[in-house]
């Protein structure tokens, strides 16, 4: 279970967010939805303990990221991208992450595998394509073979094969059993993933609930989400 409780983070004088707090089951993906500059990649930052709250607290099974004794094995998360020199290549790059964590090197070639990138594993991450980058990023998520997932915007930069990828991954995860939590302001490319939906706009949560609950009283899930958020299409 993942728990966010009445997060406030606030810069100078501005509130970058304002009591944020849903939850993310096991069994479940959990999609985190917003427009740019919501507060998505904020939230997901205090999670995983890269910033501080000033109050409120976000939590993995009841305790915080900074807290967990093998994380990489318990929490898989992937924020801006793969993380990779640009001057490594994925096999490398993968190889360090496993043996920094104590994770069998098997498993570098097994995530490779997993996320289509066997085939370039001996190439340079400067010459990946975005998408490829993406793929990186989450195969580093899914080493530790962790119960959660945390992933922040990532169908970013993957064609529309990419994204059924991706979707399918975290449809198996989910009926695995696992708890997987993304964000995303492409509402539609996540959609048919989803089980449960949290839309959050100026730091603030304007609704959860699963698809059909969220999605009541409006043509469809797009349009859910523009009026909603008030964004203008």
């Known amino acids: 279970m993942i728990t966010i409780d009445q997060v406030v983070k606030r810069r100078r004088s501005r509130t970058i967010l304002d009591h944020v707090g849903f939850e993310a089951r096991p069994g479940r993906v959990t999609a985190f939805l917003g427009p740019n500059g919501a507060g998505k990649s904020s939230t997901l930052?205090?999670?995983?303990?890269?910033?501080?709250?000033?109050?409120?607290?976000?939590?993995?099974?009841?305790?915080?990221?900074?807290?967990?004794?093998?994380?990489?094995?318990?929490?898989?998360?992937?924020?801006?991208?793969?993380?990779?020199?640009?001057?490594?290549?994925a096999?490398?790059?993968?190889?360090?992450?496993?043996?920094?964590?104590?994770?069998?090197?098997?498993?570098?070639?097994?995530?490779?595998?997993?996320?289509?990138?066997?085939?370039?594993?001996?190439?340079?991450?400067?010459?990946?394509?975005?998408?490829?980058?993406q793929r990186l990023g989450i195969a580093a998520a899914l080493l530790g073979e962790p119960e959660m997932l945390v992933l922040d915007e990532p169908v970013n930069g993957l064609d529309p094969e990419g994204i059924r990828w991706i979707r399918g991954l975290l449809r198996g995860r989910a009926e695995a059993g696992g708890t997987v939590l993304l964000s995303s302001h492409l509402m539609s490319e996540v959609a048919d993933a989803a089980d449960d939906l949290v839309v959050i706009a100026g730091g603030r949560i304007v609704t959860t609930g699963t698809v059909t609950e969220v999605t009541a009283g409006y043509a469809d899930l797009e349009e859910a989400f523009f009026a909603l958020t008030g964004v203008t299409r």
Do not use: C
């Open 91 to 133: 096999r490398n790059h993968l190889a360090w992450i496993a043996r920094s964590n104590g994770i069998p090197q098997r498993r570098v070639d097994e995530v490779l595998d997993e996320v289509g990138l066997a085939g370039d594993a001996k190439a340079r991450v400067a010459k990946y394509s975005l998408g490829m980058g």
């Open 45 to 89: 930052r205090i999670l995983l303990g890269i910033d501080h709250p000033d109050s409120g607290s976000a939590l993995f099974n009841g305790r915080p990221y900074r807290t967990l004794s093998d994380p990489l094995r318990t929490v898989g998360s992937m924020l801006e991208g793969s993380g990779a020199h640009r001057s490594r290549t």
